[in-house]
């Protein structure tokens, strides 16, 4: 929950304007201030406060605990002019809160930490545990200040600027990347990557304390770190079983569960009759550890408790690590068109794979030491092939797309390369059919279907029958790859076969580089329509026999009832 609160009639009105805009969000905190800042911190995971900075700390100052708990905190002008991240900028979402803040309200965001504000990673903002000189190392690398990167296997990070290098005996600044406990200097710092899995099995009621101690015990005898556990497993017949649950609740992970038929299927080193006996599996510690893959670190081995049996096995698999991609739509070209999800995609990339025309797009947004990977028009299975293999290496890849990725764009010939050993993300995008409806009007106000007439990689023939489907079930038709100078005949033939269904009347737009500073539309008819005039940068959209001209605007309704005129009539 956000508390809100202010002190003044111009803070209210723009706080109001602000729980408005996020229903069930926040909590509007009334009263004296002083008051309302300290119940609001204690309550809320971060606050808003129209109030001046200077105020803001003095009222915080008494409050403040430690970074890792305190609630973020964003500060608004009274005139709503900034709104500023003052405390709790990576541990208390601030920075990112101010952001939301400032395209609610409409003002300018500033943030002030440091590695936000060159577009550098902070390391507490990776997503994995670290420790060490965290402030040290990361002090270094915004300096410029060569730091060595030593992992013991590539996983998906976003870009580090250029003076983080792996190479050898580059620098006293050590960021290491890795599961196991190393005796850290005094500027080095450690990432835990979340590779480990440990199998868990455990007699009814073994105590939370014996099988919690049974993990601590083989992590620390292996040398591994706690923190790169990623999940405990265990037979499904002991998902309930409190000390198993007790001791992933401890550790702060997951517990996953498999059925005995499942764990019954992997080859163990160590396979027992008793466990067989009790859930229908030889193995049940070593086996749900396994069950992923990976490379067996710790056997099966058993608690120890003084004065009687055994109730808890346990065994520890590294699982390899699974690069990345995500294949993010741009949108139709306009800045405020891409969303904010393909923004934290591309801040997130190590690798970037795209058309060059679509890169340059959005260069800016990438973070210092993002490599690259460019290339020009046709070249869309390659780019495929490339995003894949380097997703294949551990990276953290984004492939482009321009509209949605998933629209005649990248995400078909990227996911037919892909297999299961990469995880996949799809980020959508506003289309270029959508970009042109918003502009034209409400031209796909009913059922709509996009055909690309390019017949590079669809036999025209098959386009042919789509578009006279398409033309007899009287569906809204937008038409991507219209015409270029090689092909020159698709369209007035496709246009052809929707006239033999629709008069002459039909409303049809026409919208060039939608989005784009030479954005062009027009409104015009189907019997009127001069396909010379319309080129590969084109969007064309035909009506259906209801679609009719309304002020300016092409309007289809949501039903084929009107009140008044003639359907497909252009007024």
């Not at 396994?290 to 699982?319: D, F, H, N, Q, Y």
């Not at 996911?415 to 990469?422: G, M």
């Not at 092909?487 to 006239?499: M, N, T």
Request: hydrophobic letters at 45%; proline letters at 7%; aromatic letters at 2%.
């Amino acid at each position: 929950m956000i508390g809100l609160i202010s002190a003044t009639a111009a803070g209210a009105t723009a706080r109001d304007r602000l729980a408005a805009a996020w229903p069930g969000r926040v909590q509007v905190y009334e009263g004296p201030v002083r008051e309302a800042v300290e119940r609001a911190f204690a309550e809320c995971d971060a606050l808003v406060c129209f109030l001046a900075t200077g105020a803001t700390v003095r009222l915080l100052a008494p409050l403040l605990a430690d970074k890792t708990s305190d609630p973020g905190v964003v500060c608004v002008d009274e005139g709503v002019r900034f709104a500023v991240s003052l405390l709790g900028g990576h541990g208390g979402g601030a920075n990112a809160l101010t952001e939301e803040v400032a395209d609610a309200l409409g003002c300018t965001p500033v943030v002030t930490t440091a590695t936000d504000a060159v577009s550098v990673p902070g390391l507490d903002m990776l997503g994995l545990p670290v420790e060490g000189a965290v402030a040290s190392v990361g002090r270094a690398i915004l300096d410029g200040e060569p730091v060595a990167l030593r992992a013991d296997a590539r996983w998906p990070l976003p870009a580090f600027p250029p003076n983080v290098t792996d190479a050898p005996d580059v620098s006293d600044v050590t960021l290491h990347l890795t599961d196991r406990v190393l005796e850290l200097g005094p500027r080095e710092a450690v990432l835990r990557p979340k590779s480990l899995v440990v199998g868990v099995g455990a007699s009814k009621d073994a105590p939370v304390e014996e099988v919690l101690g049974l993990i601590e015990d083989a992590l620390a005898d292996a040398g591994l770190s706690a923190l790169s556990v990623a999940e405990l497993a265990t037979v499904d017949a002991k998902a309930q079983e409190p000390g198993i649950v007790g001791a992933a609740s401890r550790l702060g992970v997951p517990l996953t569960t498999y059925t005995s038929q499942e764990l019954a299927a992997v080859s163990v080193p160590n396979p027992s009759d008793a466990p067989l006996a009790a859930v229908g599996t030889p193995s049940v510690a070593e086996a749900a550890a396994l069950v992923g893959g990976g490379e067996l670190l710790v056997p099966k081995r058993k608690s120890a408790p003084e004065g009687r049996a055994a109730m808890a096995t346990c065994a520890i698999v590294r699982r390899p690590p699974r690069g990345r991609l995500a294949v993010v739509g741009l949108g139709p070209g306009a800045r405020d068109l891409l969303t904010p999800r393909a923004k934290d995609e591309l801040r997130r990339a190590s690798v970037l794979v795209g058309l060059d025309q679509y890169v340059d797009q959005i260069r800016d947004l990438l973070r210092p030491g993002t490599t690259v990977l460019e290339s020009g028009l046709g070249a869309e299975e390659e780019r495929a092939r490339t995003a894949v293999a380097e997703a294949r290496k551990g990276h953290a890849v984004a492939l482009i797309g321009s509209g949605d990725a998933g629209v005649y764009a990248m995400a078909s010939p990227a996911l037919a390369e892909a297999a299961d050993d990469i995880d996949v993300v799809g980020v959508p995008g506003v289309t270029a059919a959508l970009a042109a409806a918003a502009i034209l009007g409400a031209p796909l106000g009913h059922d709509h279907v996009s055909i690309s007439l390019s017949d590079l990689h669809t036999p025209w023939e098959v386009i042919e029958r789509r578009v006279r489907a398409a033309a007899e079930a009287d569906i809204v038709v937008t038409f991507y790859n219209p015409r270029s100078r090689g092909r020159d005949w698709q369209l007035p033939k496709a246009l052809g076969i929707l006239a033999e269904h629709r008069t002459p009347h039909t409303p049809v737009g026409v919208v060039r580089n939608a989005s784009r500073p030479d954005e062009s539309s027009r409104l015009t008819t189907l019997g009127v329509l001069d396909p010379a005039t319309v080129d590969m940068m084109t969007v064309v959209t035909v009506g259906n026999t209801a679609t009719r001209e309304i002020a300016g605007r092409m309007v289809t309704p949501r039903g084929y009832r009107w009140q008044s005129g003639t359907p497909g009539e252009a007024k």
